[in-house]
């Protein structure tokens, strides 16, 4: 096992024939539900594309995530090649979204979490060009908000070193070999090992607070009835909806953040809430979209998106495609499936992580 642990420190991972190679466009991507006919990609390198492709591949709007080769300028680079530093390539990873349901910026703001972004010559155990980060962006709106996010986490002084992952129009993208595709998946043991004695673990423990069902627990449903009044039960457990413009927090211009009100896990942030004139509070992002999920709804005659807490297990409201930039979405939320923390409260209530989001 540690003969096992060492080879996987090496590299993203051993090369077994070449035989087993899939040029672009064989990979068959396992595809989610799809809500709209739109899509876009975002490409991402950070590293040991494993690590990367992991965190996207869960998440409602995601139609695909492949780990790749992407901004060099040799064609059908193989595994030995790249990871070798014998091609301009990096591995990475494209992502297939649909943008009716997760934004761009979104996945900009998951992908800082997924590697050390500080670090000019390549990330944790794997060294070189090849394994440099960085952020490829496919159009002017795209590099807009990636700029836009670097900039707003380089101020934040989260790190003690400037954020280093440049940001480079995109040119090319290469599929992996199908070994690689959802190596999580298929060798859980072997990618578990590398991500810890890599460094890439508890870089990400040490720099990103946590978000898990440990931390943030559901309340009980007969513990709900007890605590909640009708209101907030009847939302987020019935799946209700409040009244537009009498609700608590339509009208709220504090700073702060908005929490699930069923396990405490944060939602929203106010630099994030806009006036839709809806008369529900309105917010073009969540602070971490892997702690929502967003299933399709179809009742009421209609087809929505509605929008759920992840670790609370309730409904918070629905989102849609007709918000202000930089994501053009809507996350149409009711006030009563949320408590609101101020800005000045946060940190003695345990959200003192977050304050960075609020400035």
Known sequence: MISLIVSLLMACGSSPSENAKLNAGQVEPEANVVFSSKTQLATFAGGCFWCVEAPFEDLDGVISVISGYSGGKEKNPTYSEVSSGKTSHKEAVQITFDPEVISYSELVDIFWQTYDPTDVGGSFYDRGPQYKSAIFFHDAEQKKVAEESKARLDKSGRFKKPVATPIIKYTNFYAAEDYHQDYYKKSPKEYYAYRNGSGRDAFIKANWPELSDKKYQATPKSELKKNLTALQYEVTMENATEYAFQNEYNGNKESGIYVCIVSGAPLFSSKDKYESGSGWPSFTKPIDAR?????????????????????????????????????????????????????????????????????
């Not at 709804?297 to 930089?326: I, N």
Request: one cysteine or more.
């Open 291 to 359: 702690v929502i999920d967003k299933p399709i709804d179809r009742e009421l005659g209609m087809t929505r998106v509605e929008v759920r807490s992840k670790l609370g297990g309730s409904h918070l409201g629905h989102v849609f495609y007709d918000g202000p930039a930089p994501t053009n979405l809507r996350y149409c939320m009711n006030s009563a499936a949320m408590k609101f923390i101020p800005k000045q409260d946060m940190q003695s209530a345990g959200y003192g992580d977050y304050l960075w989001l609020v400035d």
